[in-house]
């Protein structure tokens, strides 16, 4: 089985700055879901706030794929959390045609330390006794969200982003303490946004102030003759902590040379480009021009 994940935000929302077709068509993510299973991809990533992802999920089939969802933030001035996060789930479920899934991450984790955090867990509990869930967990965007969590709340996933630029995992001892605590670990962003593969002359002007790390690692690339796309993939594989490695796609070329790259590894070790720098191995901070 790979250890490789089916991101699928875009499916439903046109998002990405390598993106060049927008939101992927119900055709393509058809023929993706099947490149994936035959390539034995198990799981695939979802969420409630990637747009139509979940629908179109459900209406090209899910059948043979552990599916991991996540639920957005609690809307303020609910009175009922047990009940909001059961209807959350339930019409997640019926978006994906599906009675259970594998997995059921909180997109907003930070909730857990306000004053419903207990009750959200517990909430998050109730659903794997019913067994509509078979693991609930966190998506995080930085590991310093993890001291204050793990340490009062049992969860059996972790989603975290990882790259060749963004080694906080590793850096923090974390990927390690994650492991020993029998997490799961699940990373993604393995190719930021698609920005690691972008050519260099295609990178916007927004970048500049991170010309150095881009320019080192495309110059490692070619001094190596090793793409991108092998290279990113090849460094978060390498860590035998991480349980699967999420990619996104636009397209099912995209995910075949994926596959491709996936069997054909190799043991060349990757220079140090981290960079701890937030406004870059965040795209959530990206500057929007
Ligand atoms: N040959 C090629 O050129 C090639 C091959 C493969 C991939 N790619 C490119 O690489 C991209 C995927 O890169 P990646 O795997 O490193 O993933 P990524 O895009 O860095 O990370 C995916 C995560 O980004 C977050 N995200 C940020 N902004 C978002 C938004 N507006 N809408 C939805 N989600 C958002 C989501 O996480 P949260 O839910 O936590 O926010 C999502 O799970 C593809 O879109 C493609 O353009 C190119």
Redesign the pocket.
Known sequence: MSRIAL?T??F??P??????VGQVSRVEAKSILHEAYTGKLDTV?T?I???ESESCLGEAGINGFKIIT?LPGIPAGCKDIRGWVEQQLEASLSRLCTDKIDGLLL?RPEQLLGSNGNILHQSLEGLKDKDLVKKIGI???SPAELESTINRFRFDIV?A?F?VIDRRLLSTGWLQRLKESGIEIHT???????????NQDAIPPKFFPWSGILEKWHAWLRENNISA?QA?LAFSLSFAQIDRV??????K???L??LKAENCLFNTEIPNFSSEDEKLIN??NWPTL
């Open positions: 991101g935000a875009q439903g929302v998002y990405g700055i390598a993106n060049q990533d969420a706030a990637y747009g996540k997109h998506s995080i965007y989603q982003p790259n993604r962003s393995v190719f930021l946004q698609g920005l690691l593969l972008m796309l990113s999420v990619v996104g796609v636009d397209s070329n995209q995910l040379e994926i795209p959530a």
